[in-house]
């Protein structure tokens, strides 16, 4: 600390005095204490606190004295939670005015922040260097490219971020519902092509198929998709984080299968490759069925289910574990009972281990399709054991899973309710 006198200082927050040495300033936990370590003029000292006594070198906050005495307790023991009785929000101000975070509060708070969040719509901003009023005047060069890009990026990213990416969003439903219409009803038997045509008339057919209705359809409806996804690349402030994410490797996935059955088309030519590329094209253009998953983009449940699965993803695998470990037994077991012991008529669905798998599954989901049951007093009992323990099993899991889908929803809601603001100012202006 360059400026004030003594081996130690003094913190009074409303009334309240916490006395430190200089050398725990240097790394506080709290961002604005460990400022007042790098402060060297007065005028320095009284833009991080509120006033100050050179003579006792004490700095004064006119916080709240509580809500600082928990944010210590987090200081000292690593633990942050919200003070009785006072508001989520206001304690959630503090936090920031300290330079802390919602990610430091314990789980259960960060739980009701985000509930009272979602119900008040209430956005707190971080302070940032143009965070204040201050920085509203000042635009660096080049900062209307930048707000002209980034209102592109918002308008084919969020599609309640303004009335044109409302637009956008309904025109790319529009879209999808058409493809999916069309998707299904090619498969219709009045639409397909019959199965004993030569391999003259198929080919013959596949060339033509691009000129019917449901092709031109298809062909638009794809048109639309590439257009999408070039222009959502172009304006993408990180184009290898724009690679990588889900949503956008599903759009390619729906969209290549087309470009591939059309150029598969095109240089199958011959009669010995038509065959073979038959089947391949059937499974390219079933591929289309991805486009249902495009919808993420413009509905929050389906966009809380995949960011519950990529956050529950050991919660997933721990599920999985149990659901192996307990078919590996039961299926071994209820082989050996009906089918590797004298105890009467053999049963030949459980002729083998992997065969009694499929049974344990289907007992352990309580499907039960009946299509194999055991008949043996040993392997009924066992049946029924089987099918409690996975109700056990499968209940295990899904409290955390639960809470972390909860969560999830939650925060894609309170960041909907926020772009629903900005959409609210642009109806109004």
């Known amino acids: ?14 009334g309240t ?10 790394d506080f936990p709290l961002r604005r204490v460990s400022r007042l370590h790098g402060c060297l003029s007065e005028q320095d000292v009284l833009e991080v606190c509120d006033d100050y006594d050179r003579e006792r070198n004490e700095y004064f906050f006119d916080r709240h004295s509580e809500a600082f005495g928990f944010i210590m307790l987090y200081v000292r023991h690593g633990h942050l939670r919200f003070v009785p009785h006072m508001c989520e929000l206001s304690f959630y101000n503090e936090m920031i005015y300290w330079g802390l975070e919602g990610s430091h509060l314990d789980y259960c708070c960060q739980r009701r922040l985000d509930d009272r969040m979602s119900e008040t719509c209430t956005y707190y901003a971080a302070e940032g260097p143009n965070g204040g009023p201050e920085g509203k005047g000042r635009r660096p060069p080049g900062a209307e490219g930048r707000k002209w890009l980034e209102r592109m990026r918002r308008t084919f990213e969020e599609p309640t971020s303004s009335v044109a990416a409302q637009v956008l969003a309904t025109v790319s439903i529009l879209f999808v519902i058409v493809s999916m219409v069309v998707l299904c009803a090619s498969t219709l038997p009045e639409w397909r092509a019959p199965e004993n045509r030569s391999v003259e008339e198929q080919s013959r057919y596949t060339a033509e198929s691009v000129r019917e209705p449901s092709g031109i359809i298809e062909a638009i409806c794809i048109g639309w998709f590439t257009a999408e996804c070039i222009v959502r690349f172009i304006v993408s402030k ?7 994410r889900p949503l956008n490797i599903i759009d ?6 087309y470009y591939i059955s ?15 590329a038959g089947v391949t094209l059937r499974v390219l253009r ?7 998953i495009k919808l993420a983009r413009h509905f929050i449940g389906l966009q809380t289910l995949g960011l519950t699965l990529k956050r529950c993803y050991r919660e997933m695998v721990m599920l999985l574990v149990f659901i192996c470990v307990a078919m590996a037994i039961f299926s071994a077991l209820s082989q050996l009972l009906e089918n590797g012991l004298d105890l009467g008529a053999k049963n030949k669905d459980y002729a083998s281990i992997p065969a009694a798998c499929w049974w344990v599954i289907i007992s352990m989901t309580t499907v039960g399709y009946g299509d194999m049951c055991p008949i043996t007093v040993p392997g009924r009992i066992l049946g029924g054991i089987c099918v409690v323990s996975g109700i056990v099993l499968l209940a295990l899991p899904i409290t955390f899973i639960y809470h ?20 609210s100012a642009e109806f109004l202006n």
């Open 252 to 257: 390619l996935l729906a969209i290549t299968p």
């Open 262 to 276: 059309v150029l598969m088309t095109v240089f199958t030519g011959e009669n010995s490759q038509l065959q073979r």
């Open 404 to 423: 972390s889908f909860v969560q999830c929803y939650h925060e894609l809601k309170f960041r909907s309710a926020r772009y629903s603001r900005s959409l």
């Open 238 to 244: 990180n184009k290898c984080e724009f690679v990588r």
């Open 1 to 14: 600390m360059n400026f004030g006198r003594g081996p130690s200082v003094v913190l009074n927050v409303g």
């Open 286 to 292: 079933m591929m289309r069925i991805f486009w249902v």
């Open 17 to 26: 005095r916490y006395s430190f040495s200089r050398e725990v300033l240097k």
